[in-house]
């Protein structure tokens, strides 16, 4: 099994926030093509599928997230 490489490099990281549907993306570097894997919780990581460098993350339902955490 080949390990995952996550995050050797953090800088260029860019993100988006879509309010209508709350969901968080986030790219590490400029876009690659990646297969995504279902962590749970609504959080998607984004792995490309020959280097297997975390090429982004996807997080749905954002701000019941931070709410839920900071329980307002």
């Known amino acids: 099994m080949e390990t995952l490489k996550i ?3 953090r800088e260029n990281l860019n993100w988006e926030y879509d309010d ?3 969901v ?3 790219s590490i570097g400029e ?3 990646a ?4 962590l749970g919780g609504g959080i998607i990581a984004r792995v ?13 339902g954002l701000s019941e997230k931070i709410l839920r955490e900071i329980k307002l």
């Not at 297969?35 to 279902?38: L, V």
């Not at 490309?48 to 749905?60: A, C, D, M, R, S």
């Open 48 to 60: 490309h599928p020959e280097t297997k460098e975390l090429v982004g993350l996807t997080i749905i």
């Open 7 to 9: 995050l050797e490099k």
């Open 35 to 38: 297969e995504g894997f279902d």
């Open 24 to 26: 968080l993306y986030i």
């Open 20 to 22: 209508e549907a709350d």
């Open 31 to 33: 876009p690659k093509p």
